[in-house]
């Protein structure tokens, strides 16, 4: 069975700060895709990344960096300088096999305060 | 831009009526889509499989009858919440496949409200 773990429920942060939102899987899948959403107030799910199990290079997109480490079977990611925009609800998600099927985190509700 | 587009974003709706929603794919073709409910700081929970002419796969506990899929065509799936009553006040949330790779997009979500 696959599952997706984001042990951080809530996080606070003053602007400016950086902020690494933890992402751990399960699977038994060899070959396995990861990705991260944004979900704003307003609900829609922004796509931020997809990450295959063949690639464990990290991934550098202006103040988001992505750490996968298949050791740990963990994904995270980073805001570097966090503005107040950045605030929403953050999903990791899992997908295995030959479906389309996404298994989702819990969601980490990130919080940046002036 | 949106690669999947939802409507309506937001349906207030009588105890008892039903309520149709639309998921298409915007200048590609998806023969599966995915339909997402969400309760308040709660995440996202797979209700169906929607394949394009052919009957949805809905998850354990999702009352088929309740929630009609219907995928008539390449871009457009809609779901129809019937005999709404107010717990079935939800955000829901459609998602689909890109062909050229495993990047699935999502739509914008509606959010329904029965009063």
């Known amino acids: 069975a696959q599952k997706v773990t984001q042990a951080q429920t809530e996080i606070s942060v003053v602007e400016k700060e950086d902020v690494t939102l933890d992402c751990v899987y399960e699977?038994?899948?060899?070959?396995?895709?990861l990705f991260w959403y944004k979900q704003p107030p307003s609900g829609e799910l922004v796509f931020l990344i997809r990450?295959?199990?063949?690639?464990?290079q990290n991934e550098i997109s202006g103040r988001y960096s992505w750490n996968f480490q298949k050791s740990t079977s963990s994904f995270n990611f980073t805001i570097t300088a966090s503005q107040v925009v950045d605030s929403a609800v953050y999903f990791c998600?899992?997908?295995?096999?030959?479906?389309?099927?996404?298994?989702f985190g819990t969601g980490t509700q990130l919080k940046v305060e002036l | 831009g949106a690669v999947v587009s939802q409507h309506p974003s937001w349906v207030i709706c009588k105890s008892g009526t039903s309520v149709k929603i639309e998921c298409r794919s915007l200048?590609?073709?998806?023969?599966?889509m995915f339909w997402y409910r969400q309760f308040p700081k709660q995440s996202l929970m797979l209700m169906a499989t929607?394949?394009?002419?052919?009957?949805?796969?809905?998850e354990q506990g999702v009352e088929k009858d309740k929630f009609l899929i219907n995928h008539a065509s390449l871009t457009l799936s809609t779901l129809t919440v019937t005999s709404a009553h107010p717990e079935d006040s939800s955000f829901y949330i459609c998602?689909?496949?890109?062909?050229?790779?495993?990047?699935?997009?999502f739509g914008e979500g509606s959010w329904l409200t029965v009063v």
């Open positions: 699977t038994r899948d060899t070959t396995y895709y």
């Open positions: 998600a899992l997908l295995t096999g030959g479906g389309n099927k996404l298994t």
């Open positions: 929607s394949n394009e002419g052919s009957k949805a796969t809905y």
């Open positions: 990450r295959n199990s063949f690639d464990e």
């Open positions: 998602s689909a496949s890109v062909p050229s790779g495993n990047t699935i997009y």
């Open positions: 200048d590609f073709q998806a023969t599966t």
